[in-house]
């Protein structure tokens, strides 16, 4: 059997006690949605996609999976998450990301209770193991299943079937949470993050599909794709003036 019937046929036997979907419009989570809603037609089963508005997720996400949950024909909805009042995520230890994805989560399971569904889904991958993510250990602890990591499938192959049935998102970047641009152990500020999402969103509009503005007090680390390293210095002028006037004193590029 291919791995697309297996994925199939997996989110099939998931969606029999009812299914709720982690849901940010990224590709991978996108991918399982697209499945869910392709056996779903009849509306047969309870199905929710569920996308979390918090303080450290780029804004556009909830406008992504807004606009795709529609193109899908899948209920959409939306839990609003205030990291801020968190001590242990506010505190940004190494840590955090399991903190973090504690108090989501918890969250998405408290909602499926209520709305009687029994399974609650992430996208994460089989790639997802081998980076250090200590969010994982949460999902583990309260029982979310990652359907991509049980068949075995990476991040090419998520890609691959997210073409073959025709998701716009298929291609789009990784879109990690903001705290990530934030040393380790330096609390987190919402005005900073804020202004390295916009700052990172303006140099997106200048043609670059991948921007990461990492900040060191006042340094300003622009990470983008090496291809468009050059491009970066070319668009050097307009760079310098959008990061001077959001308060950024230095201004590297990570090569």
Avoid: W
């Avoid at 959409?76 to 998450?81: D, G």
């Avoid at 506010?90 to 840590?95: M, R, Y």
């Avoid at 504690?102 to 081998?130: C, E, H, P, W």
């Avoid at 991509?148 to 716009?168: C, M, P, Q, Y």
Wanted: aromatic letters at 6%; a negative charge.
């Amino acid at each position: 059997m291919s791995i697309k019937n297996l994925l199939y046929e997996k989110i099939e036997e998931l969606l029999n006690d009812g299914l709720c979907i982690a849901y940010s419009g990224g590709v991978d989570s996108s991918l399982l949605v697209k499945v869910a809603s392709d056996i779903n037609i009849n509306n047969k089963y309870a199905l929710y996609a569920v996308t979390f508005n918090t303080k450290l997720h780029p804004i556009k996400d909830i406008e992504i999976s807004t606009k795709l949950a529609k193109e899908m024909g899948v209920a959409h909805e939306i839990i609003e998450i205030d990291e801020f009042q968190n001590d242990e995520i506010l505190n940004n230890s190494i840590n955090r990301c399991y903190f973090c994805k504690k108090y989501m989560f918890q969250k998405l399971v408290d909602f499926a209770r209520i709305n009687d569904v029994k399974n609650v889904i992430d996208g994460t991958n089989l790639d997802d193991l081998s980076v250090y993510r200590p969010g994982l250990k949460a999902l583990e602890e309260l029982n979310i299943k990652s359907p991509f990591v049980e068949l075995g499938i990476d991040k090419n192959t998520v890609r691959k079937l997210a073409n073959e049935l025709g998701i716009s998102v298929a291609n789009r970047p990784s879109a990690p949470c903001l705290a990530t641009r934030i040393p380790y152990d330096t609390e987190l500020d919402l005005n900073l993050l804020n202004k390295i999402d916009r700052c990172e969103n303006e140099i997106k509009d200048m043609g670059f599909d991948v921007v990461r503005l990492r900040v060191h007090d006042k340094i300003a680390r622009i990470e983008v794709e090496k291809d468009d390293i050059r491009r970066i210095i070319d668009n050097s002028d307009r760079i310098i003036d959008l990061l001077k006037s959001n308060g950024f004193v230095y201004i590297t590029v990570d090569i």
